[in-house]
Structures are given as C-alpha cells and as structure tokens.
C-alpha cells in the first residue's frame, strides 16, 4: 500500500478517543476509536482483556475484530490469515483450554468475480484444548448472504462449515499444525504446516487447498485455490536481516491471482545515528484504496526502498516506492523528519512528491510544538502544495493552528487543531482542505477505592498518610514535566520551578522514582533509583533529584573462524574514563550494553579469562571510543588479522 495519497483528498473533520484502566479485580479495559467526517471509515474497539472469573480468564471485544485460525498456544505463526470483521467476541481461557464466540460482518469485503454485493453476516464459535505440547480444537461458524465463485452454488442463501484444527510442539522451537474444513455445501478445504524458530532464523513451510464449493470469505476461505506457501526471516547479524513470503497458487479462480505472489525484502541497519535502510519488492492481488476504503481484487507490483536515521532526539525518513499493474500506475517519495528542540518544544516536517499518469504533484508541511506554561502547548505550521496535470497548473498554502492541554496529572490530554488553506495565486489544487482535528485521551491506573480517592484529592478513610515533595534540576535549572512515581502508584509531575508534590502516601516505608518516558531524551538521575525513604504519618519528607546526560554503548564481541565471525560469550568488556568504570559480561549471542555512561571519550578493554572460545586467541589492546552520542551496532573483533 502507498502512503496517503497525494490527489483527491476532501474537507474532512477527525476525531480520536483513546484510554485505558486497569480494572480493580484485575485485567484491563481499553477503549480506542477514530472517526472521520464525511469518509473516512469507523476504526475502533472497546473491550476488556485478562479478567479473573474462577479458574478463567475473560476476553471481550465490541468493533474491530479478527477471525482467524489458532496456530498453537503461543499463536507466533509467520503467516497468519486472518479476516478482519467488524463486530464482537468473546472468550475464556485457562491453563488448558479455551472458549470463544464471535459475530460480525466483513470490514474490507471482497467480492468474487461472480459473487453477490452484500456483505454477508458471519457468527460462530471455538473449542481448544490443550495437553501437554499439543493441542486439538473444532470450531463452528455460519454465514449469512454468502458468496461463492462457482455459478451453480452461489444461489445458496446460508451457509457454514466446520474446521478441525490440530497442531504438537516436535521441541522447543519447532511445530506442526494442521486445519481441515467442512462446508455445508460439500466444499472441503485443508491447510498444513510446519515452522521453526532458531536462533538466527524463523522458517515455515506449509500447503493448502480449499474447494470450490465453500464460501467466498478472502483471505480465510479462498476457493479454487491449491498451493505451497513459505515463509522466512533469517537475521545475517544483529542488525540486518533477509525475509520473505512467497506462495504458489495452482487455481486462478477467486481473485484472480496469478500463479505465484508474496514479497522478498532486505533490511540493514548500521547503529544509532546512523542509517538503516529496507528494500521490499511484492506482488499480490489485493490493494487497500485509502480513498474507497475498499479493497480492490486486482494484480498488483511494488517496490519500496526506505532509507531511515534515527537517534535520541532526530528521526529522519526517506521512501521511495513504485506500483504497476492493474489500475495502479503510481511513483512516490515521502520525506519525513522530526526533531526534539530543548527539553519540550518539537519540530515536525514532512514531504510528499507523486507522479500519476497525465500529472505529478509536490506537497510539504511543517509545524512546532512548543510550550505555552504551565500543561498548556501550542502547535503553529505551514505547508502548501504544487500540481501540475494536463488541466493546467494548481497550488496553494497552507496553515495549521492548534493548542494542548494536559487536563489531570498525566492521564487525560485533549489536543485541538485546525488546518486553512490559502491562495498563492494559482488556481486551487484541492489537495488541502478545511480540517479539525481533535484528540482526547486518558490513562488512569488506578487499581483500587484508595487510590480513586487520592486521584480526586481526598485523603482514603481511616488511612495515616504523608506527602513527598522535591525539586528536579538540570545543572541547577528546573526541569518541567518529569512524572515522579511513588510506591510504583502515585504520581506528580513538576511544575515550572521543577518542583513536585505527592499527596496522600501511605505513611512508612516507600520508594521514589521517574517515568522515563517522561524524562528528556539523554538524560538520567544521578545516583540511581529507586530511593528509599519513610514517609512520617501527617508529615513530609523531602527527596531532591538531579538530572544528568548519559549516553548508549552497545555493541557485539566476534571472533575470526576459518573465514566466519562467531559470538564470543562470557567475556568481560570495561568501559573507563577519569573517575568512571563500567564493566558488563557478553552474552550469548557476543553482545553488551552500557545505557549509564556520561558523555565523553572511553577506553575499552576486553577481558577473555572466562570467554566460551573456538581457539585460543589474545585479548585485543585497549582503544578508545567517543561517546558524544549513542553509540550502537559496535563491533570488537578478537583474533582476527
């Protein structure tokens, strides 16, 4: 799929609202929803996950859901199909079953070549058990209005099938699981495979077929269709890797899909502050139209290159793709760049370049978040866009205005913004429209009565409780916007003077640390958490933080044999400067981290007393490393000449 498109765009408002809640008897609830006005389709789910009832867990879901087969406990399977639904479900789960019901209606629809135009209404249910490393269910579904690709049953005004579905551990990474299908109109259909997950590569290979005769539901239940399908990531080192999924397909019935389709891909990346690039090529059949909201059965080729960079404050992207075949005759490149300014203030800049056949267009937008006082931000851009087609030339500007408001805490925020086109002298290019754009969202956390009461300020009933305050200093300067944690549940986030106040602790013992996502990108508290304190009873206590830059070491040991680099495991590597010493031990798989280090140039030494060597080899001499930045992907070859 391309990115937004550049052309036919139209006024447009969205709305999003999003949050969650741990609930009091465990488990969670989780509401997300995004709505567009006039075409942009409802996205959303309320639900609850992971609640206690009995000896059960329960699950349940209302919007988006997913109907897909079980791949075995851990449901890791590379290839998973899947037919997403808007509806509800719910199920329970133990130690050693599970139990589930769904009903709902196609979200994407696509129709066969002879099918029908209404979307049918599927519903069903599902039965696993588990023992031991293997596993067994069935599963029942049916369906309403479906659609076939043989003439003769598509007349048919219900159907539905059954599927056995089976699957053992051979060992700890290797698997076997098989699906078999029964539709009520004779149709059967199977699917079987094995995967494998080692330690530099995931493989599975699997074939199916599925009858003429059953349902029309893609990609699920494909009919016509018999074929070998395989898929694999294998990791060439710690920072690249070559993947791919290709099937071959005897029947061209259905979608019309060719004889063989799937994508090939290459990623490669060199460390922080430096670039990592992906280049992907794929064909398939079936292309999500954003401006539809359809999707569209029709052959389809694409090539993507992506070249990105990222560090601690940067992020800069380049994609450039191309797509033929079909209806598709598109070439684009986006550019995206984002940059942390100071500690709260943030620059965002994107651009679009597009070539269709009889016209190209360029379009680029920016904007700065930045901080008003206090939990207020502000948010002003411009951008504009140039079309040049067979109609003439079109452009026009662009303005966006917005504001941010932190409204309790940390939890809820709203985010406002309108965006105005206007004239540059040329006719308009329609490619910006009036928009207002509004985002709510909220997080509360607590888990119980006594914590609701200190959310709304009020000291729990019959509990002795203190306060904890404190300032948060950069080089002696206030730091505004930390989140600082007592006991892992209360919360305060500085003030414009760096200060904090956390009211209605239990008095005695506690701790007191940061959210580091709350922290400036870099930087840390000098001396370590969490810190102990006692909280006195009707009393304060105070607990100062300072702040400090630190920097990212991380990296791989590798020793040369006959020809081949190999981990080295167990060895020691010391990072030493002035009055700073650090040392950790390599893992398995040769690597080692350093996430404390303060700025500044290191000597490194590696210790190999204890290492897990093929052959005797020497220790490499001290060198030194400049630690300015993040330094990630670093390689120290041992016995190599």
């Known amino acids: 799929m391309l990115a937004t498109p550049l052309f036919n765009t139209q006024w447009q408002y969205t709305a999003l609202l999003f949050g969650s809640q741990e609930l009091s008897a465990g488990g969670e609830a989780s509401l997300w929803m ?149 539709g009520s109109g004779g149709g059967l259909g199977g699917r079987a495979g094995l995967e494998t997950h080692l330690p530099r590569a995931d493989l599975l ?161 920016g904007d700065l978040q930045f901080p008003l006082g206090g939990p207020w931000y502000g948010l002003t851009g411009l951008g504009g866009a140039f079309i040049d087609s067979q109609g003439g030339n079109t452009a026009e500007g662009l303005i966006k205005v917005g504001v941010l408001r932190q409204l309790i805490g940390t939890g809820l925020s709203l985010r406002v913004e309108g965006l105005a086109p206007f004239s540059v002298g040329l006719p308009r290019s329609d490619r910006f429209r009036r928009e207002v754009a509004v985002t709510l969202g909220y997080t509360l956390g607590w888990s119980s009565l006594s914590e609701l009461y200190r959310r709304v300020g009020v000291a729990p009933p019959g509990e002795t409780v203190g306060e904890v305050v404190g300032r948060v200093t950069l080089q002696g300067r206030p730091v505004v916007g930390v989140v600082v944690v007592v006991q892992d549940v209360f919360r305060a986030t500085t003030g414009r003077r760096g200060q904090y106040r956390v009211r209605f602790v239990p008095a005695g013992p506690a701790t007191v640390t940061v959210d580091p996502d709350s922290l400036p990108p870099r930087i840390s508290v000098l001396g370590g958490l969490p810190r102990h304190i006692v909280v006195p009873p009707n009393g304060q206590v105070e607990v100062d933080l300072a702040l400090a830059e630190f920097s990212f070491f991380q990296g791989s040991v590798v020793v040369c044999e006959q020809g081949k680099l190999k981990a080295v495991a167990g060895a020691v590597v010391r990072a030493r400067r002035e009055s700073v010493s650090q040392e950790v031990t390599t893992s398995t798989m040769g690597g080692f981290a350093f996430d404390r280090l303060p700025p500044g140039t290191y000597t490194i030494e590696v210790e190999l007393g204890s290492a897990r060597l093929p052959r005797q080899v020497a220790a490499p001499k001290p060198f030194q490393v400049d630690l300015g930045q993040d330094r990630m992907g670093f390689v120290i070859r041992v016995g190599c000449s």
């Open 205 to 365: 290979a699997g074939v199916f077929t599925f009858g003429r005769s059953l349902p029309f539901l893609y990609p699920l239940l494909r009919p016509g269709e018999t074929g070998l399908e395989v898929s694999a990531n294998y990791r060439t080192s710690e920072m690249s890797s070559l993947f791919g999924h290709l099937s071959w397909v005897e029947g061209e019935r259905g979608t019309g899909r060719r004889r063989a389709r799937g994508l090939v891909g290459l990623s490669r990346g060199w460390g922080s502050g430096l670039p990592t690039v992906q280049i992907v090529y794929s064909r398939d059949e079936v292309v999500f139209d954003p401006q539809t909201v359809a999707l569209q059965p029709r052959p389809t080729n694409r090539i993507a290159a992506t070249v990105s960079e990222a560090t601690s404050t940067d992020l800069v992207s380049l994609r450039l793709e191309r797509a033929w075949g079909g209806a598709e005759d598109r070439a684009q490149g986006v550019l995206t760049y984002r940059r942390a300014v100071g500690l709260r203030s943030l620059l965002n800049g994107s651009a679009v370049v597009q070539r269709e056949p009889g016209r190209w267009g360029v379009t680029a937008e």
């Open 34 to 182: 995004r709505r567009g006005f006039p075409n942009m389709q409802t996205e959303g789910r309320l639900g609850v996950s992971g609640v206690p009832a009995g000896r059960w867990r329960l699950d349940a879901t209302l919007g988006d859901i997913a109907l897909e087969q079980p791949t075995g406990r851990q449901r890791q399977s590379l290839i998973v199909d899947e037919l997403p639904l808007e509806g509800a479900e719910l199920s329970l789960r133990s130690e050693r079953q599970e139990i589930g019901f769904f009903a709902g209606q196609p979200k994407y629809y696509v129709q066969p070549p002879e099918g029908g135009t209404t979307k049918p209404v599927i519903a069903g249910a599902h039965w696993i058990r588990y023992r031991g490393a293997s596993w067994f269910g069935i599963s029942a579904a049916g369906v309403r209005d479906p659609s076939y690709v043989d003439d003769e049953t598509y007349r048919a005004a219900n159907a539905g099938w059954l599927t056995a579905d089976a699957g053992r551990d051979l060992s700890a990474s290797t698997g076997v699981f098989a699906h078999l299908y029964m």
